[in-house]
C-alpha cells in the first residue's frame, strides 16, 4: 500500500526523532509546512514540544490550524501536539483546535515535574494499541495532561490517572513519545501505518 | 507507575567510545552506535552521550555520530560536552538528540538555562552538576572536576531549577570512579531541594548502590559508565535486583 504520511513541521515540533522511527519501519516521512502540503497527504503527524500557546499562534498564523481542522483522514498527534487538539490548554490559557472535548491541566505542584520517564499505560482500547499488551510502558515528557473521558484510549498514573491516548473521528493523540518508546511504540507507529 | 531509570554513558572522542582506566589514560570501548544500540535491546532507559573531544574536527564527527545513534535508537539519549549557546543546541536536536546537557558554560552564564529552556522547552535541559566533598561542604566544580567554584551544590540546584532546568544531572567526584555507591547524602539533600527529576552519578559498582540511591536518596533515574562497559554488572541484573527488592523499573 502506498501512502504519503507528512508530518507538520513548525517551529514546536521535534521532527528529526519522528521521522527516524518510522524510517525504522520502512516508511519515509515527508515534512508539511503549509497547508497545500498538508492537505495532500494520506496521514498527519502532528508533533510538539515546549509551551502550547507560542505554538497555537504558530499554527494559527501560518494556515496549519485551519489545515488540520480540515483534514478527513488520519492525524496523530504527539505529546504537545495532542494537548493542543483538546478544546483549551491551561498554559497561557490557550485555545486548542477543539478535537477533544477534554481541557488540558497542570500537575498538582507538590509532584516532580515534568512527568519524566517511562509509565505503564492501561485500559487500552481501539486499532492505534492492536497488539500491544495491557501495561506496556511508553516514555512520557510533559507537564500538563489531558484528564480522562470517554475519548481516552489509554489511561496513565502520575498521582493521578489521566488519558494517555485519545481518539476522535479521524483524530488520535497520544502523551507519550512513540518515537522514543521501544518496541512498544514502533507497534503503534504501525498500527498508525496500518490504519 | 512511573519507573525508576538507569541510564548508561557513553564517553565519545573522536567518534569512538573511550572508558577511563586512570585519569587521562583512555581506552577505546567500541563504536558508540553499536553499543548504543546494545544498551537499548538490553533494558537501558535512556542514554547519555559524552563529547570528551576538544578539537573542532573531532565536533563534526561527534555530530554524526549522534545522527546515526539517533536513527539507530528507540529510547531518548541526552547529548552533552562543551554546549554553550542555543545554535549548538538547534543542531543536535535537528540531529536528532532528544535533550541537551550543560556544565560548566552554565556555571559561567547561568542564563544560559533560561534561554535554552525558553527556546526548545524546559523538558530538553538538563543542567550537569559536579560537586565534590570540600571542607565539609558539597561544593560545585566546573572545568570537568578540576576547579573549584566556591558554590554550594544544593544551592546552584535550586538556581538551576529556578532559571528553567529541566532536570538535574547530578555527579558526585568524590565518588565517581570509586564503585564504592553513590553520595547518598548530597544526592538527597538535592532531590529534597528541587521538583524537577535528578538523576544520580558517580560511584555505581554494584547492583545495590542502585537500590541505595532510589530508596534512600530518593533520586528518579541513575547513571553509570564503568560498571555497564567492563560488564561488572548488566542493566539486566541491576533491574531485577531493584525490582526484586520493590522499586518499580520497566
Not at chain 1, 96 to 112: A, M, N, P, T, Y
Not at chain 2, 121 to 142: K, L, M, T
Not at chain 2, 155 to 176: N, R
Not at chain 2, 223 to 242: D, P, R
Request: charged share 20%.
Amino acid at each position: 500500500m502506498s501512502q504519503t504520511i507528512k508530518i507538520i513541521s513548525y517551529k514546536s515540533g521535534n521532527i528529526a526523532s519522528v521521522k527516524n522511527a518510522f524510517a525504522r519501519l520502512g516508511v519515509v516521512v515527508e515534512t508539511a509546512a503549509t497547508p497545500e502540503e498538508v492537505s495532500g497527504a494520506d496521514k498527519i503527524i502532528f508533533p510538539g514540544v515546549g509551551h502550547a500557546r507560542p505554538a497555537m499562534e504558530n499554527l494559527a498564523s501560518s494556515g496549519l490550524a485551519e489545515a488540520i481542522k480540515s483534514f478527513p483522514r488520519p492525524v496523530l498527534g504527539i505529546c504537545l501536539g495532542m494537548q493542543l487538539m483538546a478544546s483549551l490548554s491551561e498554559e497561557g490559557r490557550t485555545p486548542g483546535l477543539g478535537f477533544f472535548s477534554e481541557r488540558i491541566v497542570r500537575f498538582q505542584h507538590d509532584l516532580k515535574i515534568p512527568h519524566m520517564g517511562w509509565n505503564d499505560v492501561y485500559n487500552i482500547r481501539g486499532p492505534l494499541f492492536k497488539g500491544i499488551p495491557e501495561g506496556s510502558f511508553f516514555y512520557f515528557v510533559h507537564s500538563y495532561y489531558m484528564p480522562t473521558s470517554n475519548e481516552a484510549i489509554a489511561l496513565c498514573n502520575y498521582h493521578t490517572p489521566f488519558s494517555a491516548a485519545a481518539a476522535s473521528s479521524n483524530y488520535f493523540g497520544v502523551q507519550f513519545h512513540p518515537e522514543k518508546s521501544g518496541d512498544a511504540g514502533a507497534t503503534l507507529l504501525q498500527n498508525f501505518i496500518d490504519l | 507507575m512511573l519507573t525508576k531509570r538507569i541510564i548508561p554513558c557513553l564517553d565519545i572522542k573522536n567518534g569512538r567510545t573511550v572508558k577511563g582506566v586512570s585519569f587521562g589514560n583512555l581506552q577505546d570501548a567500541g563504536d558508540p552506535v553499536e553499543l548504543a544500540a546494545a544498551y537499548s535491546k538490553n533494558g537501558a532507559d535512556e542514554l547519555t552521550l559524552l563529547d570528551i573531544t576538544a578539537t573542532l574536527e573531532g565536533r563534526s564527527t561527534f555530530l554524526q555520530v549522534v545522527e546515526d545513534v539517533a536513527a539507530a535508537v528507540s529510547i531518548p539519549f541526552t547529548v552533552g560536552g562543551g554546549i554553550s549557546n542555543e545554535q549548538q543546541v538547534e543542531t543536535l536536536l535537528a540531529r536528532g538528540a532528544d535533550k541537551v546537557s550543560v556544565n560548566t558554560s552554565a556555571v559561567l552564564d547561568p542564563g544560559l538555562i533560561t534561554r535554552l529552556s525558553d527556546a526548545f522547552g524546559n523538558q530538553c535541559v538538563v543542567v550537569a552538576i559536579d560537586a565534590r566533598y570540600h571542607e565539609n561542604e558539597w561544593e560545585v566544580v566546573s572545568h570537568a572536576g578540576t576547579k573549584f567554584t566556591g558554590i554550594s551544590a544544593v544551592e546552584w540546584a535550586k538556581i538551576c531549577y529556578e532559571l528553567g532546568a529541566g532536570e538535574i544531572l547530578l555527579t558526585s567526584f568524590t565518588a565517581d570512579g570509586t564503585r564504592e555507591g553513590f553520595s547518598l547524602d548530597i544526592t538527597k539533600d538535592v532531590c529534597d531541594a528541587v521538583s524537577i527529576p535528578v538523576i544520580a552519578s558517580g560511584g555505581a559498582g554494584n547492583p545495590q548502590h542502585f537500590l541505595d540511591v532510589f530508596t534512600q536518596a530518593n533520586a528518579d533515574a541513575a547513571l553509570a559508565a564503568g560498571i555497564f562497559h567492563y560488564g561488572l554488572v548488566s542493566i539486566a541484573e541491576v533491574k531485577a535486583f531493584l525490582k526484586e527488592h520493590g522499586v518499580p523499573v520497566r
